[in-house]
């Protein structure tokens, strides 16, 4: 606080902790914005992880699946009655911002996960989470972060003064990659990790940049914001897969699962889904 307060003289900031990697926790943050909160006009879902082996939440999820997505979608449904009141309120739109990365680009989920009836809970079991598929439950977060933008938006009222955006901050210094850090100083993984970052990592305030403007960019035309994928300082294209009629079904597959574990985690998901989407 101290340094944001010395650069930008705002002394308003205050600190609130939640865990991802616990439902209750998250239930609790909700709760205790909607009480001492007051107006919500932006939500940026900055956390993430990125974990080297399997390990599984106190709630019994693949930790990775949990906090990228299972949690995030969480918050941002529990807080979507304070965001569109904010709206409301002023007239201007209020901006949710899911955090995804340039890796969807790559990921095509493998076709044991496609043809399961839960896609979710096949990516986050053990059995699954083996070295041979790391790539796949470590990366597909990514993937859901975009698909749960795109099928929000598209289950909102047309009036409903809320923009859905994912932002993808680049490749930048973060502590994303902490765990890699815990190998041995030289293993092969650690030094190609370190590697990579002091030659292609972007600073975390150049990364920040782009989270900035899918919060507050893109005013002038805010139709074309709903749904955006932000990457560059700029609305991008979503990948080839997403855009698929197959990425479409598994779009609708993976919402409707989230749902579903989310109505299960919280008695509050199903109201607001009802009061506030399209069927």
């Not at 041979?132 to 047309?158: E, H, T």
């Amino acid at each position: 606080f101290e340094e944001i307060e010395r650069e930008t003289g705002y002394h308003g900031c205050e600190l609130w902790i939640i865990d991802l990697a616990n439902f209750a926790s998250v239930i609790a943050f909700a709760d205790k914005f909607e009480k001492e909160g007051g107006d919500l006009h932006i939500l940026v879902t900055n956390a993430g992880i990125l974990q080297r082996v399997y390990q599984p939440t106190v709630d019994g999820w693949e930790s990775t699946l949990q906090v990228n997505h299972l949690a995030t979608s969480l918050l941002s449904l529990l807080l979507i009655p304070q965001l569109v009141a904010a709206g409301r309120k002023s007239s201007i739109p209020s901006r949710m911002v899911i955090v995804s990365s340039g890796v969807h680009h790559w990921i095509n989920l493998a076709e044991e996960v496609k043809a399961s009836v839960k896609p979710l809970e096949t990516l986050s079991s053990k059995e699954w989470c083996t070295p041979d598929a790391s790539a796949s439950y470590f990366m597909s977060p990514a993937v859901f972060n975009v698909f749960f933008v795109r099928a929000l938006a598209d289950r909102l009222q047309s009036t409903t003064p809320l923009t859905p955006v994912a932002g993808n901050p680049g490749y930048c210094y973060s502590q994303l990659r902490r765990s890699f850090y815990e190998l041995p100083r030289f293993s092969l993984v650690r030094i190609m990790v370190a590697i990579n970052e002091r030659l292609l990592a972007w600073t975390p305030e150049q990364g920040s940049r782009q989270l900035v403007f899918a919060a507050v960019g893109g005013r002038d035309d805010e139709e074309k914001m709903k749904a955006a994928y932000v990457s560059h300082g700029r609305v991008e294209e979503v990948s080839d897969f997403v855009l698929s009629d197959e990425g479409h079904r598994m779009q609708d597959a993976i919402w409707n699962e989230t749902i579903d574990i989310l109505s299960g985690v919280s008695d509050k998901i199903a109201p607001i889904i009802q009061n506030y989407l399209l069927s």
